[in-house]
């Protein structure tokens, strides 16, 4: 059974940074491509970015380009997004997700419960 807990949420101020982690468990974790969505308020799903299983390969929004890193200890089964020069408009929930094949890129199937991230002064 597929598990993703997100953490490192929280409210950072306009230009701040913060890191969010998503434990995995239930599968072969180093196999899959991962993900990160988010939800703004009153919005509908966004895309944020992709990583391959190896790490080496990632993918960005045009919104969190050149901001946010995507990155992967497959050791840990842990997926990371650090988050830096953060916007207003950059205020969701962030879901980690993983998709149902092992591989390549599939879109994502399963996802974690989520964690608040309110950028505001």
């Known amino acids: 059974q597929v598990q993703l807990v997100e953490s490192g949420g929280g409210l950072v101020q306009p230009g701040g940074s913060l890191g969010l982690s998503c434990a995995a468990s239930g599968f072969t974790f180093r196999r899959y491509w991962m993900y990160w969505v988010r939800q703004a308020p009153g919005k509908g799903l966004e895309w944020v970015s992709t990583?391959?299983?190896?790490?080496?390969?990632?993918y960005y929004a045009d919104s969190v380009k050149g901001r946010f890193t995507i990155s992967r200890d497959n050791a840990k089964n842990t997926l990371y997004l650090q988050m830096n020069s953060l916007k207003s408009e950059d205020t969701a929930v962030y879901y980690c997700?993983?998709?149902?094949?092992?591989?390549?890129?599939?879109?994502?199937?399963?996802w974690g419960q989520g964690t608040q991230v309110t950028v505001s002064s």
């Open positions: 990583i391959n299983t190896s790490g080496g390969v990632t």
């Open positions: 997700a993983s998709p149902e094949y092992d591989g390549a890129y599939y879109p994502p199937t399963d």
